[in-house]
């Protein structure tokens, strides 16, 4: 484990582990790894932390490619080559979604991922899922929902499933965006490319904007929010019924 990765992100990953009790002992860990710089550096890191004997439990990396992905088998083979354990399942709905005209394709297409990642985890005895959601989208889905639904809402550390028990957890949310881009190309990874048409909504970007307008007068807004939602308990003031986050 590098100096320069427990100063950019590994501290974070391990500090927002610990702060709301992410691993137990002798969890199975399943990642949701779209195979972007997000999901892969959280995949890389509870790798390294596994590996190492920093926290007792085993992980794997499942990628759902839904027929619109490019670049699988490099990403799978540079896993390899780091002793990740790192899979494929090819269920590939992308292309219905690209012709059909009463859905919502990007909402649909994420929901439809985490309800494979959830069937896949409880059939194979994973008793965790991880999703690569950072401090940026902790902000602006914040940021969002006071917005556009008038409620003080964002993403949980962590979610407990009622009648599985399944738990889903969160641990970059104290990692900045800036620190995973840094990392990705430093570790010089390849990244699953999509083939997918369909632009990202606005209202993520929008929200981009307006924390970057507002920290040009408050340079620390980012780490405010953080700070506070720390304090009011992020899985009692957290509720998603009105505004989904992507998976990561």
């Known amino acids: 484990m590098e100096k320069w990765e427990q100063n950019l992100f590994i501290k974070k990953v391990r500090q927002a582990i610990d702060d709301f009790d992410l691993i137990q002992a002798g969890d199975r860990i399943l990642v949701g790894v779209s195979g972007g710089k997000d999901s892969t550096l959280l995949f890389y890191t509870l790798t390294l932390l596994s590996q190492y004997k920093i926290y007792d439990f085993e992980v794997t990396g499942l990628t759902i490619d839904h027929g619109m992905l490019e670049g699988t088998q490099d990403y799978h083979d540079f896993c390899k080559m780091r002793q990740m354990d790192h899979q494929i399942h090819d269920e590939p709905f992308g292309e219905q979604l690209s012709i059909a005209n009463d859905i919502k394709p990007c909402y649909t297409c994420s929901r439809l991922r985490k309800g494979i990642i959830r069937r896949y985890a409880l059939e194979n005895h994973y008793n965790k ?54 990392a990705i190309r430093t570790l010089k990874w390849p990244i699953i ?3 997918c048409t369909f632009a990202e909504g606005r209202s993520r970007a929008n929200a981009e904007d307006l924390i970057q307008i507002i920290e040009k007068v408050a340079p620390d807004f980012s780490d405010k929010v953080i700070e506070s939602l720390k304090h009011i308990k992020l899985d009692r003031l957290l509720d998603q019924s009105h505004y989904q986050v992507e998976m990561k």
Do not use: C, W
């Open 129 to 182: 899922i991880a999703f690569g959601h950072t401090r940026d989208d902790l902000v602006e889905t914040f940021l969002m929902n006071i917005l556009q639904h008038g409620k003080m809402a964002s993403i949980p550390a962590i979610q407990v499933e009622e009648n599985s028990q399944l738990q889903m957890i969160r641990p970059l949310i104290y990692v900045e965006e800036d620190n995973i881009i840094k």
């Open 193 to 195: 490319e999509s083939k």
